[in-house]
Structure formats: C-alpha cells, structure tokens
C-alpha cells in the first residue's frame, strides 16, 4: 500500500489508517468528533499528500485544458484556481478536480488520489489530438498539508513570508515557510477558511512539524474521518459517492461547472444532451433524532413501497447535531423544499426531509 512522506508523523501521533484508493491514511488521531469541531471552531491540520498533482506546460496548455475540461480555463489569470471535472468521450465523469494557474501556460492540477491514473490516461489520450503541450505527473514531489479552520490563517500567518490577507479564496501564491518555497492556496474541502500547501517532498516533515509547533493547541492533527463529516456539512461532492462514472455532472448539481458558452469542446454535444435527461437529482435531506442514514440507505415517499432513491453520503452532524445526507433521488418528482421523506435505517422508517444545499455555512 501506498504511504505519503508523513506516514511515521502519524503513527507517532498514534494514528489509526484507512486503505484510501490505495493509500494508507491516517482516518484518526484519537476522536473524530474532536477533531471535526477543530476545524470548526479553531484550526485543524490535514495530511492530502495521497492527491495527485499533475502539471501542464505548453504554448497551448491552455487551449488543451479548455477542450478537456468542462469550465472556461481561458478566463483564469494567473495566481488563481478554478474547480472542474474531466470527462470521458462518452460524458461519463473521470474526476472532480482543482486547477490552478501558475504561470502562463503552467498549470497545476491536483486529481483524487483513485482517479490520478485515469485522469492521465484521458488527458495523454486527448493531447494526441496534437496539442503542444507537456503532462508530467509531479504527485511523488509534493506533499500536500492543508490547515483549516477559522484560526487557519492566523496560525499560518506565523511561519510564511506573505500577508495572507491579500490572498483571495481560490487563489494560489508562491511563499517561503519556515525556509522552505512552497505554494499556499487558498482552497479546502471542509467549508471553513483555510489553506493548501504544496511543500516539497523532502520538506514535508520539517513543515508538519512546524505548523504543529506554531499552532499549539489552536491547531489539531485530523484524519480522514473528520474531512467526511466536515465536506458532507458544507455540501461538497466526493468521488465514488455523488460523483461517479454513472452520475452525470447535472444529476449531482454540478451543471453551473459546465461552460457550454465557452465554444467547442470534446465533450460538449453529450453534456448539452445529458443537462435534459436527468434521471436523478441530487437533494440534502435532513432527519430528527439520532438516526442517520448512511450512504446506500433507502429512500421512500412517506408510506411508499418502492424505493425512490439512495442515500449517496449520510451522518450525525457533529456541527448541528441532527442527521444529515446527500440522496440521488428520481427527478421525475421534482420535489420541492420541506418535502417529506422516509428513510430506511437498518429496517426502521425514519422521517427526513429536503433542505436546500449545503447544510452548514460559515459566517464571513
């Protein structure tokens, strides 16, 4: 199984794993909860370093990505990111990803660690098309630290050579941390503010351990567990679950992602096509008590006989303390707001109902 640089910072940190697409990653530190409520009300730190980083380089890396990728990549400058997903010929989605524009004609895009291998496969694929361009997997130089949480960028602050108040949300800026370049975006994937860093493979641990020094006890080393339960609060997408090879990009929500006013590119006749024939959509359902639906639960109109749908991602939300989930639900009822619900936990119908995305939102 595959380890990132940080491997024995975990388990030295008394860390419990988790086969991740392959990789061996720390899921806790101690309590999921605890670490979860870190993140919301202080700072937690995350080793990412199991995600693919992918640069493209090339006087037409630009026009490459805006045919391989669904959103308008021309109209990024440089220093900021844009969150996008790669399809297959066929319209079937590849991957979620984030690219960030370094350079004129540079690019870093980070791909979910199962899916770097494929995200590779199609691009490599495409730039047969004859594009100038170069793909080099740099996933094995970087690690990837992010810290989130309100005290974020506070703690951050400490150790790096910029003022993070002029860096945007979604955006990317080269730094020097603790003597060391790295790059700190201002991207994350727990609905709090916070930042990512690709730091250099050899100074992973050096770095980890200095965001631990700085942070003290406003910043909490957090597994993988946490990072669920934080995404599923803000609403956000994970691969295999509301995003799959048989989940289109409109069926799981993601349609405003689509620049179908950009002009030409592969994918867009199927896309156009498939933006019409939804034959699921994906709802936020919340419950009552302390029963949650898990992912692949049931979901049934109230007295219903047939199920409806599935719970694609569900949990006790340590933030609101109700049950929450994501479902991917017939389309065909169109099912508006406070529409109720049953849910099948382990044989027992329990009442849930629609709520509008995402589920929790941090204050500005």
Not at 170 to 196: M, P, Q
Request: include cysteine; proline fraction near 4%; glycine fraction near 10%.
């Amino acid at each position: 199984m595959l380890t990132t640089p940080l491997n024995e910072e975990h388990v030295a940190l008394g860390a419990s794993f988790t086969d991740f697409g392959g990789w061996n990653m720390p899921v806790r530190y101690g309590s999921d909860l605890a670490e979860h409520h870190a993140v919301r009300t202080s700072a937690g730190l995350f080793d990412i370093s199991h995600m693919g980083e992918l640069r493209l380089r090339g006087p037409e890396a630009t026009k490459f990505l805006d045919q391989v990728l669904v959103s308008n990549i021309a109209i990024l400058k440089i220093g900021q990111a844009k969150y996008s997903l790669i399809c297959s010929m066929d319209g079937s989605v590849i991957d979620d990803l984030i690219v960030y524009k370094l350079a004129e004609d540079d690019y870093l895009v980070v791909a979910n660690a199962s899916n770097r291998h494929a995200v590779i496969t199609a691009m490599q694929d495409l730039m047969d098309y004859g594009f100038k361009v170069e793909l080099e997997d740099q996933t094995e130089d970087w690690g990837l630290i992010a810290i989130q949480g309100p005290k974020a960028a506070g703690i951050l602050q400490r150790v790096v050579d910029v003022d993070l108040s002029t860096l945007k949300y979604y955006s990317i800026a080269e730094a020097t941390l603790d003597g060391v370049k790295v790059y700190l975006a201002r991207t994350g994937y727990t609905g709090e503010d916070g930042f990512e860093i690709f730091v250099p493979e050899a100074a992973s641990v050096s770095t980890w351990r200095k965001l631990l020094e700085v942070g003290g006890e406003e910043l909490m080393p957090c597994g993988l567990a946490s990072r669920d339960t934080l995404r599923l609060e803000a609403g956000m997408p994970l691969y295999g679950h509301e995003l799959s090879r048989e989940i289109t990009i409109f069926e799981a929500g993601l349609g405003r992602v689509v620049a179908f006013d950009k002009g030409e590119f592969f994918t867009r006749t199927i896309l156009f096509k498939q933006a019409s024939q939804l034959k699921h959509k994906l709802y936020g359902l919340v419950g009552d008590g302390k029963r949650a639906a898990r992912a692949d639960y049931e979901i049934y109109l109230p007295g219903g006989s047939e199920p409806i749908g599935k719970v694609t991602s569900g949990a006790l939300s340590p933030t609101l303390g109700y049950p929450i989930a994501m479902a991917m639900l017939r389309a065909d009822l169109d099912l508006p707001i406070d529409s109720e619900l049953e849910a099948d936990v382990r044989g027992t119908r329990v009442p849930y109902k629609v709520v509008k995305l995402p589920f929790y939102k941090r204050e500005r």
